[in-house]
């Protein structure tokens, strides 16, 4: 239901007019039609070709060794950025062990040729994660007049076969982006039955990924009423459907229902592509997808790792792995995010796979600096493992419990949120790719400062609206450090005029009381160097008026407005 437009960003908001109808009816449709699919027999007893690389078995995606797989990752926009390849190795760095990675047939954008596709298998191979390849001038068919067939996509990956040959261990064939906007979805079946047939009649066999109609959401319930049909064209069996979910997807029950439709029928289904930040759309519950993907055992592929049109999918900023947005902090480190739950594929050996069962040293005691009325910096030596450790985890400890708080690939975090005047301790666990955890490290304490100005601080703020709809905006705000000194933990404060709130914020977590709204810094915005500053954007509703805060205070004290 995002749609990439123009120079093919993914887009906040969908383009045509049922787009909005979408995210007002999806969850009555999908509610009405029911598990139709669950209506056909389970695959249980279906005789099935011989396992050749990642494969489906019982409606799960497995390794050839047989191990379960779960595809825990992002997408990646390499068509439109070809020279950021450093990504592949940044997004492994975080714990992902998929990446979907975005490609063009030559249809609508410039083709990714066999010497450029074998170069990013081969990165995903030496990053050590599973490479979901997808062609994305399908998008939006039917309804976008620049959208490519299903077919033109099938003959590209043909034209691959010889780079794509023996990597069936390591790539999933995703045919086509999206590959139906909202006219007349049920002509996606069709298409998207030949593709399928196409590619196995060409020998490819590999497991394929096939994307729903209602530019990937399914609203109308295309996919899931067909997906026996589609699902029963494949003469291996190795298929795999990827719903995405996105402002239709804005309660549990929408959630719960599409997925466990394809569970209960005994078909393979991940997340291919999900948001989370809100739009004039909807606001997508991203927190019941991840856990029910977690619950369920299904993979999920957040969108994207950077440079949308609009930002606030980006899950970090400039494709900078130092710049994690709010999206990206969830993602990456929330409950049932890549950092908790991802592991990596056995078939790359030694690395986290089922067989890693070693856990890391404990790491070294922290030390607490920078430490203001709201945030502190906590700096540890590094644990050690086996294979290697791909993070760690901070707690609060108090008493007998134990309390996340951040998460980071480094040795060092700023924790943010915290009250004035307050005593805390903390601990770090380290964890490897097999999710096997650490000891507790030693505890550090620390006290956080009293509230109220801080000595020598000089500020500008800068506050604008950078996108308007009925009964919601976008908003930006840019911090400046005017003093002489570098800022280390900050805390912004403004009222808003027109009663006006707070949704998603990247950049910093709000806190709001009535029209009164406190901004405590993301760990990546937390320094304001001197003469420097950080921008925090934030998603937000409104009247009819919508008037712009005229104060600020950082830390106390009073800021000028630029």
Not at 117 to 127: E, F, L, P, R, T
């Amino acid at each position: 239901m995002r749609s990439a437009t123009g120079t093919a960003r993914k887009r906040t908001s969908p383009s045509g007019v049922l787009k909005g109808l979408a995210a007002l009816l999806g969850v009555v449709l999908l509610a009405a039609l029911g598990p139709a699919a669950a209506q056909a027999q389970p695959l249980a007893g279906r005789a099935e070709a011989a396992a050749t690389g990642l494969h489906i078995s019982d409606g799960r995606l497995l390794e050839g060794n047989g191990n379960d797989f779960v595809m825990r990752g992002v997408n990646h926009a390499h068509t439109w950025y070809p020279g950021e390849t450093q990504s592949l190795a940044d997004i492994k760095a975080f714990g992902a062990n998929t990446v979907r990675v975005v490609l063009s047939d030559g249809h609508r954008w410039t083709r990714n040729g066999p010497a450029e596709v074998a170069g990013i298998i081969g990165q995903c191979k030496a990053n050590r994660l599973i490479c979901v390849l997808e062609v994305h001038d399908t998008t939006g068919y039917g309804e976008d007049s620049a959208a490519g067939t299903l077919d033109h996509a099938a003959d590209y990956w043909i034209s691959l076969k010889d780079v794509l040959a023996g990597e069936e261990d390591y790539v999933i064939v995703n045919i086509g982006n999206e590959p139906w906007g909202n006219t007349d979805p049920a002509g996606w079946t069709a298409p998207t039955t030949a593709a399928v047939k196409k590619l196995r009649g060409a020998g490819l066999q590999h497991t394929i990924m096939v994307d729903a109609p209602n530019w990937g959401q399914d609203w109308q319930g295309v996919m899931r009423a067909n997906a026996r049909t589609v699902y029963d064209a494949d003469t291996t069996g190795n298929l795999v459907f990827s719903i995405h979910m996105y402002s239709v997807y804005s309660t549990a029950q929408s959630v719960t229902d599409y997925l466990n439709a394809f569970v209960d029928a005994g078909l393979p289904i991940v997340i291919g592509e999900f948001g989370g930040p809100a739009d004039q759309y909807g606001d997508p519950d991203e927190d019941t997808m991840m856990a029910a993907a977690e619950q369920l055992d299904l993979g999920y592929l957040a969108w994207s790792w950077s440079g949308n049109t609009d930002p606030i999918l980006d899950l970090v900023i400039d494709f900078d792995p130092g710049r994690l947005s709010s999206w990206g902090e969830r993602i990456f480190h929330g409950a049932d995010g890549i950092a908790r739950t991802a592991k990596e594929a056995t078939v790359f050996g030694d690395g986290g796979g089922e067989d890693d069962t070693q856990a890391p040293t404990a790491p070294g005691t922290p030390v607490a600096s920078a430490v203001t009325a709201t945030s502190a910096t906590l700096t540890w030596p590094a644990a050690s493992d086996n294979v290697a450790v791909t993070g760690y985890d901070v707690v609060r400890v108090s008493g007998g419990t134990e309390t996340p708080v951040a998460s980071t690939t480094t040795t060092s975090v700023t924790v943010t949120g915290l009250t004035a005047s307050t005593a805390y301790t903390f601990a770090v666990q380290a964890r490897d790719a097999a999710g096997n955890r650490s000891a507790r490290s030693a505890t550090a304490s620390l006290t956080t400062d009293a509230s109220g100005p801080t000595p020598g601080v000089g500020c500008a703020v800068g506050y604008r609206v950078v996108g308007q709809w009925p009964d919601g905006f976008q908003g930006e705000i840019t911090i400046r450090n005017t003093g002489a000194a570098a800022i280390s933990g900050w805390n912004l404060a403004f009222a808003f005029a027109d009663g006006q709130t707070v949704g998603n914020m990247w950049g910093g977590t709000p806190t709001q009381t009535g029209s009164s709204v406190s901004v405590a810094p993301a760990g990546y915005t937390a320094a304001i160097p001197a003469n420097g500053s950080v921008t925090v954007g934030f998603t937000g509703t409104t009247g009819s008026r919508n008037t712009a805060p005229t104060a600020f205070e950082l830390s106390g004290n009073t800021c000028t407005t630029a």
